[in-house]
Structure formats: C-alpha cells, structure tokens
C-alpha cells in the first residue's frame, strides 16, 4: 500500500451539506469507535505499545498517524482495512474497494470521502470556485467566509503536505496542478452551483429608490426644448470662451457663467407635459436625505454574482460609505441584501449594487432628471408611450 494513500483518504475530502452540523473528521472517527467500545484513549495506547502523548494527538487532530501506528489502531478498533484503506482486501494485499464501502452505511455522520480521482474530476467540472475567489467576490476576510460560507456549501481541501514550514506529506495542492494544468492558488476548492444558490438563497431584498430619466422625457415639445436648451449650450460656449481668452474677467462675468449653467439645467420645467408637472410636483430624491424616498421591490437583474459591485469598489465616492450609497442613489442603481447564518445560527448582512438594467438615454438633450422608483412605476408606461 502507497504511504500516501491514508493522506488521500484523510485529507481530500468533500463536507456533505446534509451533514453539516455532524461532520467528523479522522480523530473524531476514532474517538466514535472508542465510545462505542467503551474503551479509552490510555488503553488503547498500552495495548498497541504506541506513547499516550502520540495517541492523545492523533485525537486531538494534531497529528495525523502514520501507515505504521494507523494499521496498529485500525486492527484494534476492528475497521480494518475497508473503513480507512479503500484499496485493502481483509488479508492485506492489494485490490480494490468502492468508494461508496470506505465508510460504513450505519455511520452517516462520517465525514463523505471520496477517491482522488473522483476529486480530480470534481475539481475539473464542479468544484471550481477557490476561498480566495469567494473572498474577493464578497469582498470578505478569509475567516469571514469560514464562518459563513464553508459551512453550507460542499467542499474540496487539498493540503499543500507542509506543517511548521516543512515537507512532512505529498502536495495535494501541486498534484492536482499538475495533473489539471493550471495554477491552484488556493487549498479549498467550492462548488460554484452551491455557491450560486446559497447567494440567491440569501437575499433578503432588492429593491429600487430612484429612477435618472432624460428630461425630455417630462416636456411637451421636445423639438422646442431641444432648441432653448441649444441656445444655452451656445451663450455657455460663446462666455467659456471668453473667460478662457481674458481669465482676469470681472467676477460678474464668473457668475454669469454659472447662472447660464443653471438656468439650462432646469429650463425643461417652462415646458413641461400634463404628466411631468405631476411628477414634478411629487416629492423629488434628496440625495442629502435618501431615507425619505421609499425602497420599492424590484426584480433581480441577470447579472453575474461577480459583477456586482460593492461601495468600496467605487473609488472615486470619498471615503465613507454612507457617500458611496448616496453615489448608488443618485444614479438609480439596484440595492441588493443579503443575509448570511453561522452554525450557530447568528447572522450578518451585506449589501451590493447592480447598475439599472434599464437605464434610459436621452435623444435630443443630454440632461437627466432624478424622480423616485415609485413615481416611475406610476408613470413609466404614459411616458415610453408619448417617446
């Protein structure tokens, strides 16, 4: 039997979701066993001429029993072979076991072990998601994702063989680079479909406040307000210029500047439709008070997971949060919620933004107007209909 074959079966394994809560790694297997025989951990050493202190350790998980010490312990607790070495007949020699036999039927909190090439082939097809990518896409620490991710969702983990620096067992994480030909930057390796539906299974809500409409969405005559919003873009250019060719300009002339700035900005108002008076009337988004407009329920985009985006990844918000979800609500993006659970049952929420999959853009002017999600719903089909 290869050495390494007890590493492969210890160490490549897949947590079964069904089992979360009573997993058991090796150690725990053989503390099982000695319960059920009702012996003890002193005993066992006595018997097998093997030191307490390396018993203790082989329980307490923090050494893993080499092919030597685990045939002694498999022979004594009466598992051997088919319990620990699936490729094992019961006389010694070489042959081959289903996965399905490593572990007994009855014992159903036993970790799910599975042959490394069924792990390959996971890695391969499944399993292609790593604890780093998770991080990154959930813009979470690794410990983080430890705690509320692992647990739910099914698993590979391939030890790098190295404990305080040094070689002491096979690569696994090298091995299955080797033989999938690609960088495995991380030991744990997820299913992506698991990861897929345990984030859709967690959002808690997405909703919607605000709406960017062209404002010649909310006037009577586009034509005409095309025209006077031109005008102004004309005077704008013509004292740009100005300025720019005389800089020690009167200040009057600065000021001119921006009230012409203004005055287009909001020009479309002196010509706007039955229904754009209503909408103008309605209470308008405050991106200084954004808690004043209603969150409204909207449908999840089809958007990949990894393009959402989170506050942080906006740069250019300034540095706190509460201005990066203002820079969501001014630009009528989608809030999405999420909420995660620990094994024991505490919870955390985190939020991401998905830009409108339906944003709007103008014809004739280049200027926007910003109206809730709820006053858009209520007008939204009068207004496409008269576009």
């Not at 003890?40 to 030191?51: E, N, W």
């Not at 042959?115 to 604890?131: F, G, Q, R, Y």
């Not at 873009?233 to 700035?261: C, F, G, H, V, W």
């Not at 024991?344 to 853009?361: H, I, L, Q």
Request: aromatic share 8%; glycine share 4%; proline share 5%.
């Amino acid at each position: 039997m290869s050495p390494h074959v007890f590493d492969i079966i210890y160490l490549v394994e897949i947590a079964s979701r069904e089992d979360v809560g009573t997993m058991l790694s090796l150690n725990e297997n053989i503390k099982e066993i000695l319960r059920e025989k009702n012996l003890t951990q002193k005993q066992m050493a006595a018997k097998l001429g093997i030191s307490e202190c390396s018993i203790s350790r082989y329980l307490n998980g923090t050494r893993i029993p080499q092919e030597e010490d685990a045939r002694k312990i498999a022979d004594f607790l009466g598992v051997y072979p088919k319990e620990w070495f699936p490729n094992m007949e019961e006389d010694g020699t070489e042959g081959t076991v289903p996965a399905q036999e490593v572990l007994k039927p009855s014992r159903q909190s036993w970790e799910q072990l599975r042959t490394w090439p069924e792990a390959i082939k996971a890695l391969s097809t499944t399993h292609t998601i790593s604890v780093q990518d998770i991080c990154q896409i959930l813009h979470a620490p690794r410990s983080w994702v430890n705690r509320y991710i692992l647990p739910h969702i099914d698993k590979i983990y391939l030890p790098d063989g190295k404990r305080a620096g040094k070689e002491i067992n096979t690569n696994w994480k090298e091995v299955a680079a080797l033989q999938l030909g690609k960088d495995m930057q991380d030991s744990t390796w997820c299913s992506k479909e698991d990861f897929d539906n345990l984030i859709m299974g967690s959002i808690l809500s997405v909703t919607k406040q605000t709406k960017l409409i062209p404002a010649e969405l909310l006037v009577q005559d586009k034509k005409a307000f095309a025209e006077e919003y031109n005008q102004y873009t004309q005077r704008i250019a013509d004292l740009a210029k100005e300025l720019n060719e005389e800089p020690l300009s009167p200040m009057e002339k600065y000021t001119e500047l921006a009230d012409l700035k203004r005055q287009q900005a909001v020009c479309y108002r002196r010509q706007l439709s039955n229904e754009g008076r209503q909408i103008m009337r309605s209470n308008l988004p405050a991106a200084g008070n954004p808690d004043a407009t209603k969150s409204i329920p909207v449908r999840l985009p089809s958007v990949p997971i990894e393009k959402w985006i989170f506050p942080e990844d906006i740069k250019d918000f300034a540095e706190t949060e509460e201005n990066g979800h203002k820079y969501f609500f001014k630009n009528g993006y989608i809030r999405i919620v999420l909420s995660f659970i620990d094994t024991n049952g505490n919870s955390v929420r985190k939020s991401f933004y998905v830009a409108d999959p339906e944003t709007m853009y103008h014809k004739l002017v280049e200027e926007y107007v910003l109206i809730s999600e709820e006053v858009w719903q209520m007008y939204a089909i009068r207004l496409m209909s008269r576009r």
